[in-house]
């Protein structure tokens, strides 16, 4: 039986425009409800919550989404690593939020693209790269690098956001490549994926909120309440977008291409939060962006010229029958090698 041809150019642009938006939205909502009250834990239990509440309504209204409840423990017990591990991203993420400026946060986690590259290669052993890509990652690390320096020398920014930006690029792109992992073996509907994560993570966010920042919630002005629930509401609106795009953008893509994306999209976030939130952009961050920008422009020329040329590039979904039936041998082995790494 011949294979489904691959996603058309418009519909991968259209999915990454609209997590793009869905990403910088998110982003900026999150960092006004942490400015209301610097709780991270409490907002992503709000939003974990809130997303497998319209879930479970969904698939009580809708049957036809997918969506299933209950399921064996077999199942929930496959999916745990993948959960564990966008959870550990999730908190890795809001902490750095918490730590430094929205302008400055894309910079702080820019070796996003070098560890997502490294765990490619180790975890995907398809993966390959050309010396122009890899001198496009090296502009994006070199960028990083440019930023965080001055930053220090100037004592700009807190070491500690620093560190957890760090730490944050590095489980970020643990979860990409595990997603993408998951992903490509498994044939689950994103709308019950997407319900299993946040099912899993407000029962392991619930007790970490009650435990480490519930006297904060107590020592906080009444009237900050409301305003950090309803913010929290907003934020919780878009993370669910958020999820719905980023399942399907990695689904499509490779998680490089993903993670390219994200380094992209950084530029307009930094000016937006710069407006939104009143925060300085000193001239060696315009010079940082503008290097992590050069990088990723140099590799996405880099990858579509190998595309072009018919070289290696990354293809979702094999073009004939013949082409399907040597790349499902090829993936099982991948498989096999990522899954035992894992």
Excluded at 24 to 50: E, F, N, R
Excluded at 169 to 192: P, R, W, Y
């Amino acid at each position: 039986m011949a294979s489904a041809p691959p996603p058309k150019s418009s519909y991968i642009a259209a999915i990454i425009v609209i997590n793009s938006a869905a990403a910088i939205g998110y982003t900026l909502s999150c960092k006004t409800v942490l400015k209301v009250i610097p709780l991270s834990l409490t907002v992503l239990w709000i939003q974990a919550t809130v997303s497998c509440l319209v879930l479970m309504a969904m698939s009580r209204l809708y049957p036809a989404s997918g969506i299933m409840l209950l399921r064996p423990w077999k199942v929930w017990r496959t999916f745990m690593p993948l959960a564990l591990t966008r959870i550990l991203g999730a908190l890795s993420k809001t902490a750095c939020l918490a730590n430094v400026d929205a302008a400055f946060y894309q910079t702080a986690r820019g070796l996003l693209l070098p560890f997502t590259v490294l765990l490619s290669l180790y975890f995907l052993p398809q993966t390959r790269f050309s010396p122009l890509t890899l001198l496009g990652i090296g502009l994006v690390i070199m960028g990083f690098a440019g930023g965080i320096i001055v930053d220090l020398q100037q004592s700009l920014s807190l070491n500690w956001g620093i560190a957890l930006g760090v730490w944050s690029s590095f489980t970020t792109a643990v979860e990409t490549v595990v997603l993408k992992h998951f992903t490509a073996g498994n044939d689950m509907h994103m709308l019950q994926l997407i319900y299993m994560s946040s099912a899993v993570a407000a029962l392991v966010y619930g007790p970490l909120v009650y435990i480490f920042e519930a006297d904060a919630w107590n020592a906080a002005l009444p009237e900050k309440h409301h305003q950090f629930l309803m913010n929290s509401m907003v934020s919780s609106a878009v993370a669910l977008i958020l999820s719905f795009a980023t399942w399907m953008q990695v689904k499509v893509t490779s998680p490089v291409t993903h993670t390219v994306v994200a380094a992209t999209r950084g530029v307009l976030q930094s000016l937006l939060a710069s407006i939104s939130f009143n925060e300085s952009l000193p001239f060696h961050r315009w010079i940082s962006t503008i290097f992590i920008l050069g990088g990723t422009a140099v590799y996405t020329w880099s990858k579509s010229t190998e595309k072009a040329a018919g070289g290696a590039a990354y293809a979702p979904v094999a073009a004939s029958e013949a082409e399907a039936r040597s790349d499902d041998n090829e993936l099982k082995e991948v498989r096999v090698q990522a899954g035992e790494k894992l």
